[in-house]
């Protein structure tokens, strides 16, 4: 912010200014004034996504559930969304910088960023507004954070992909040893690698594939959370139905980052734009959570029931009353402290039921 090529921030949020002896102007770093009424259910879509979608993430979960207890956890919870408000000022502050810079009169060689070059702004600012030594650390720690990120990503990925799903494939048949889990995991860590590898290639912005990644987090994983917490009697057969329902339905929609057209066109749909007006993403995750509720609580009912025989259930799911459920949750031989004790055991209850359920 001190560099003789940055304006006052303060100066530029909300108007442009004119560079000195050029006719390029620079500033106006806010952002759009008002929401066009055509673009309010894009908007609506995006609100929702930042709100809820983020809760889903394995990250946050492998931190809560590993907490001691539920007080615990939710300690951690609130803080954390402290955390991300006070993580997001530096962006917005590199941002600002950016914007408010006469490039002339850096190293950078052309007169302003070129809106393509925008996913790049980061190294751009710490390379070019920055004392070499701060842009040698500040580059060196943005590179060490991808790898870090990266790595514990494909891992996390091959772990659940092994315990989440080949276990369970091979539960049906015969117990997979250790060592049989141990190598499909090491297997799919390099395909995995191979994927993001062909990915990282193909696709030129990171950004657009982390919206891509919330975005198909809070249509297809957040309605599956939401049941498995709260709706009693959801089971697989509902999962499996809703996630494949939910992709269809998704992609149906369009996917401008790997230029897949839209085949569905839902309400509102812009036919010179190509685009969708309607909030279809809230549209779908709604559907996926009613599919998920009526689709377990029919199978619930027909293998409960026995109207269909036990060896049709094909994943083998323990399907118990929430009454019997709720009794066991209220029992806590070892609770000490009324209801903390109580609340302990409904969250390793609910752990329990993430790990056999997701």
Request: aromatic share 12%.
């Given at each position: 912010?001190?560099?003789?090529?940055?304006?006052?921030?303060?100066?530029?949020?909300?108007?442009?200014?004119?560079?000195?002896?050029?006719?390029?102007?620079?500033?106006?770093?806010?952002?759009?004034?008002?929401?066009?009424?055509?673009?309010?259910?894009?908007?609506?879509?995006?609100?929702?996504?930042?709100?809820?979608?983020?809760?889903?993430?394995?990250?946050?979960?492998?931190?809560?559930?590993?907490?001691?207890?539920?007080?615990?956890?939710?300690?951690?919870?609130?803080?954390?969304?402290?955390?991300?408000?006070?993580?997001?000022?530096?962006?917005?502050?590199?941002?600002?910088?950016?914007?408010?810079?006469?490039?002339?009169?850096?190293?950078?060689?052309?007169?302003?960023?070129?809106?393509?070059?925008?996913?790049?702004?980061?190294?751009?600012?710490?390379?070019?507004?920055?004392?070499?030594?701060?842009?040698?650390?500040?580059?060196?720690?943005?590179?060490?954070?991808?790898?870090s990120s990266t790595d514990s990503s494909i891992l996390a990925a091959s772990s659940m992909f092994t315990q989440n799903v080949y276990?369970?494939?091979?539960?049906?048949?015969?117990?997979?040893?250790?060592?049989?889990?141990?190598?499909?995991?090491?297997?799919?860590?390099?395909?995995?690698?191979?994927?993001?590898?062909?990915?990282?290639?193909?696709?030129?912005?990171?950004?657009?594939?982390?919206?891509?990644?919330?975005?198909?987090?809070?249509?297809?994983?957040?309605?599956?959370?939401?049941?498995?917490?709260?709706?009693?009697?959801?089971?697989?057969?509902?999962?499996?139905?809703?996630?494949?329902?939910?992709?269809?339905?998704?992609?149906?929609?369009?996917?401008?980052?790997?230029?897949?057209?839209?085949?569905?066109?839902?309400?509102?749909?812009?036919?010179?734009?190509?685009?969708?007006?309607?909030?279809?993403?809230?549209?779908?995750?709604?559907?996926?959570?009613?599919?998920?509720?009526?689709?377990?609580?029919?199978?619930?009912?027909?293998?409960?029931?026995?109207?269909?025989?036990?060896?049709?259930?094909?994943?083998?799911?323990q399907i118990c009353a929430p009454s019997q459920q709720d009794d066991e949750t209220d029992q806590d031989p070892d609770s000490k402290?009324?209801?903390?004790?109580?609340?302990?055991?409904?969250?390793?209850?609910?752990?329990?039921?993430?790990?056999?359920?997701?």
């Amino acid at each position: 912010m001190s560099h003789d090529a940055v304006t006052n921030i303060a100066d530029t949020a909300y108007s442009l200014l004119p560079l000195p002896g050029s006719n390029i102007t620079t500033g106006k770093w806010v952002g759009i004034d008002n929401v066009d009424a055509n673009s309010s259910g894009i908007f609506l879509d995006g609100f929702l996504l930042l709100c809820v979608g983020g809760i889903p993430w394995q990250a946050y979960f492998q931190r809560v559930l590993s907490a001691k207890s539920a007080v615990v956890a939710q300690k951690l919870s609130f803080v954390a969304a402290l955390g991300c408000i006070f993580s997001a000022v530096p962006a917005v502050l590199i941002g600002a910088i950016a914007a408010s810079t006469d490039w002339n009169q850096t190293d950078f060689g052309q007169a302003s960023v070129s809106e393509d070059r925008y996913k790049d702004i980061l190294p751009i600012v710490l390379q070019y507004l920055c004392p070499p030594a701060v842009s040698f650390i500040g580059l060196g720690a943005v590179s060490a954070a991808v790898m870090s990120s990266t790595d514990s990503s494909i891992l996390a990925a091959s772990s659940m992909f092994t315990q989440n799903v080949y276990r369970v494939w091979r539960n049906l048949c015969s117990k997979p040893s250790d060592v049989e889990l141990i190598w499909v995991m090491r297997l799919f860590i390099i395909v995995i690698g191979v994927v993001a590898t062909v990915m990282a290639i193909q696709v030129t912005s990171t950004y657009q594939l982390w919206f891509l990644s919330s975005d198909l987090v809070y249509v297809i994983l957040f309605p599956q959370l939401l049941c498995v917490i709260y709706i009693p009697f959801s089971n697989s057969y509902g999962s499996l139905t809703a996630y494949v329902l939910g992709w269809i339905l998704r992609m149906g929609g369009g996917e401008a980052t790997f230029d897949i057209e839209p085949y569905i066109k839902y309400p509102w749909f812009d036919e010179d734009g190509n685009a969708q007006r309607f909030p279809y993403k809230t549209f779908i995750m709604i559907i996926n959570t009613l599919t998920i509720i009526t689709v377990s609580g029919i199978t619930s009912y027909l293998f409960n029931k026995e109207i269909i025989p036990s060896k049709y259930d094909v994943f083998k799911m323990q399907i118990c009353a929430p009454s019997q459920q709720d009794d066991e949750t209220d029992q806590d031989p070892d609770s000490k402290d009324g209801d903390h004790g109580q609340q302990n055991v409904a969250y390793l209850n609910s752990r329990d039921q993430l790990d056999t359920k997701l």
